[in-house]
């Protein structure tokens, strides 16, 4: 049952880490867009300021052409009126345009500021000398300041002095001019945003979906498992019993036998075996408890025990089987050498399974044998026998619950075993033999590292 809880407890684990994937896939696709809204706004601003400054250029260029015919005209005054005139025209066109000004030799001839050129006199003779220069300015004004972008063309007359213009305009040409890419990128970032967040919602509400009735699933499963365990408990307790059931009318047998011997009942005989069959009661009457460990495995507590002591009151206990199948048993352990810190009944119990796995395939004038040992920081204790072997394909199958090659048999005695092994932080597995027969390992870590 722990195992399937913690199974169960992995995939809802799972099924949430998925869940967390998807959400967090979807802030990074989120950033993702956002970066890229912000690139293109950037782009975007970029193009705008590229086509403010060429069309300044192009304007201060036009305009200048028009002020230095203004300006070599002998009536200035008539021809600056025309000048201004048609910066107020050209106002209506170009609403950004803020002043233009224009100077002489550092003497300013001409300059007005909008709230709003005809011929072209000697326009040919006229050259730039330089490229338009573009700069930034602050213009003070009632409402504040106005941050205009300025553009200066200075140009030269073979007969008369040179003239140079400076244009204004102001800054919000450029936001005009990015307004229309700008909104269009908005309005598509919106509107993959929202598709997106509508995606990743629905994949979220299916995980959640999935992980909602996988929990339904699994509690109809886990109802059937508990079921199945406790079919699989009763088995147990059958098989439990019927071992020391077995090994109590075999000793009721050989008393009954002592009995009517002809010569008379040997006293001492009679009490080993009746000794024997209250050890055989004893037993049984813990089986119970024993169970509940399969179950409950943290209810029982730890504490310090010695494999070869309880190897060998194992041993005793089956004594009657040993003696009936003509096996004989062999303990080559020492006491108080492998010292562990487990449950009792439980390691007795798994050690009692697999003496009597050992015990049905050693064969008629065969042995059990255990050895004891410590290696690698762990305590071993080996149950070989001179049976047939495991074949290697069935060297992991043979710990199944109800694997079994005996016809009577339950497939429950190695299951247990190992479940009570691994419930003490011990292993039980299939060793090499180095030779016939099967060598069935126990490893448990030693109780020194926890016992001071």
Not at 239 to 257: T, V
Not at 380 to 394: A, E, K, N, Q
Request: contains cysteine.
């Amino acid at each position: 049952m722990p195992a399937m809880e913690i199974a169960w407890k992995r995939r809802r684990s799972h099924a949430w880490m998925a869940a967390l994937w998807v959400a967090l896939i979807a802030l990074l696709a989120g950033a993702g867009l956002f970066a890229l809204r912000h690139w293109h706004n950037r782009a975007i601003h970029e193009m705008a300021a590229q086509a403010v400054a060429e069309r300044g250029q192009w304007l201060a260029m036009n305009l200048a052409l028009r002020a230095a015919s203004s300006a070599a005209r002998e009536d200035g005054g008539g021809s600056w009126q025309d000048f201004s005139e048609l910066l107020r025209s050209l106002r209506e066109v170009e609403g950004d345009l803020e002043y233009v000004s224009v100077r002489r030799e550092g003497v300013t001839l001409f300059q007005e500021h909008m709230d709003g050129t005809e011929g072209l006199a000697d326009a040919s003779d006229w050259s730039f000398t330089e490229p338009v220069q573009i700069g930034r300015q602050n213009l003070s004004a009632d409402n504040g300041r106005i941050p205009v972008v300025t553009f200066t063309v200075a140009m030269t007359h073979p007969r008369r002095e040179p003239v140079e213009l400076e244009l204004g305009l102001r800054r919000r040409a450029v936001e005009r001019e990015e307004w229309a890419a700008a909104n269009a990128v908005e309005s598509m970032y919106r509107l993959s945003l929202a598709a997106m967040g509508g995606c990743f919602g629905i994949c979220l509400v299916l995980v959640a979906g999935m992980v909602h009735r996988e929990e339904r699933r699994e509690q109809a499963r886990r109802r059937e498992e508990h079921l199945a365990f406790s079919g699989m408990l009763a088995n147990g307790i059958v098989h439990d019993f019927r071992n020391p059931m077995s090994s109590l009318r075999l000793d009721a047998q050989m008393l009954a036998k002592e009995a009517d011997r002809s010569e008379g009942a040997r006293p001492e005989r009679m009490g080993e075996l009746a000794g024997r069959m209250k050890h055989t009661l004893d037993r049984m009457d813990k089986v119970f408890q024993e169970f509940l460990l399969l179950a409950r495995p943290g209810e029982s507590p730890a504490e310090r025990l010695d494999l070869a002591a309880c190897a060998r009151e194992c041993i005793e206990m089956l004594a009657p089987r040993f003696e009936a199948a003509g096996v004989t048993p062999v303990v080559q352990a020492e006491s108080g050498e492998l010292i562990v810190r487990a449950s009792a009944p439980a390691v007795k119990r798994a050690l009692m399974n697999v003496l009597l796995n050992a015990l049905q395939h050693a064969g008629t004038g065969g042995q059990v044998r255990v050895e004891g040992s410590r290696a690698a920081g762990r305590v071993r204790l080996d149950i070989c026998d001179t049976g047939p072997g495991i074949p290697p394909g069935s060297r992991e199958r043979i710990f199944e619950m109800f694997f079994t090659t005996r016809p009577q048999g339950t497939g429950l005695g190695l299951f247990l075993a190992r479940t009570a092994v691994e419930n003490n932080g011990g292993v039980l597995g299939v060793a090499d033999a180095g030779g016939p027969g099967a060598r069935l390992r126990m490893e448990f870590p030693p109780a020194e590292k926890e016992w001071a």
